[in-house]
């Protein structure tokens, strides 16, 4: 008997960049070891979209228009950045506007204590950013690919990823609770650090990483990535030449790598 694939939920994932000495640095958390999915693992902050993120009084606290899927994602992404590392994407609103200054590290310091509570819903994070009139930055935030979990697995997530140059002179710092650790690291660092059995990295944080590491810096980033197409990717499972199980994506989605052995995906 065919057993039918779960739905997936629509979740989104930031990669929050900024300039290094040599090469750009992406904000990366360590997931908590008893946490459900990716325990343990390095991952860009991330998660479920929730139903207030479809809310359609965002309109108003939102710069940007990207249709009902794409905003309702891009909130996602911000308030769980926000939950997972304090950074808040945002502007003051007599500040909005596409390109307009990014609010600092007062704001960010200040609303720092709601991040538990917004994230437990015990608190709106519409609400908060009504009562400090301020706009999420949603026009910040680059379109950089949508993932979606292989049918056979039991939960499912049709995940946007999304590329941010990081708010200047905010400070990042994890949660505690979803998060153990929250670090900047070169895209190549990482990635060697996963190869020499350092960290845990799965599949589809593994080749964003790969995609990004083609960046020189935050401009370059921006440039090159935002003028590419996004090429969702659904990995199927399969065997390679030699008979291993692998996992598949689209060449054309530009990861430079088409295959994956199962014995390496870490979900």
């Known amino acids: 008997m065919t057993k039918t694939p ?18 750009p640095e992406v904000l990366m958390v360590k997931r908590h070891y ?35 899927v794409q905003q309702d994602a891009r909130i996602a992404a911000v308030r769980e950045a926000f939950e997972e590392s304090g950074l808040l994407l945002a502007r003051h609103a007599n500040r909005r506007g596409p390109g307009g200054p990014l609010v600092g590290p007062d ?22 950013m009504r009562q400090h009139d301020l706009v999420l930055a949603l026009d910040s935030l680059i379109h950089f690919g949508h993932w979606i979990t292989p049918e056979m697995m039991p ?35 990482a990635l060697n650090m996963e190869l020499a059995g350092e960290a845990t990295i799965i599949f589809p944080t593994r080749m964003n990483l790969v995609k990004l590491a083609r960046a020189i810096s935050v401009a370059d980033a921006a440039e090159r990535f935002g003028a590419e197409d996004v090429v969702k990717v659904l990995p199927y499972a399969g065997k390679d030449e030699s008979g291993q199980p692998c996992l598949f994506i689209p060449e054309e989605a530009g990861y430079g790598q088409t295959a994956e052995l199962l014995s390496r995906v870490n979900v």
């Open 107 to 128: 704001i960010s310091e200040m609303l720092a204590p709601h991040r538990g509570p917004v994230d437990r819903r015990e608190e709106s994070f519409l609400g908060l």
């Open 155 to 189: 939960k499912r997530f049709d995940t946007h990823f999304y590329l941010a140059p990081a708010p200047k002179d905010q400070i990042a710092a994890h949660d505690g609770r979803e998060t153990t650790d929250a670090v900047w690291l070169g895209a190549q660092e």
């Open 34 to 68: 008893e946490i459900d999915f990716a325990a343990g693992a390095l991952v860009f902050p991330g998660g479920k979209a929730n139903d207030e993120d479809s809310d359609a009084a965002w309109d108003a606290f939102t710069d940007g228009d990207f249709g009902p």
């Open 6 to 23: 779960s739905d997936p939920r629509l979740s989104a994932t930031v990669l929050i960049i900024r300039d290094g000495e040599k090469m």
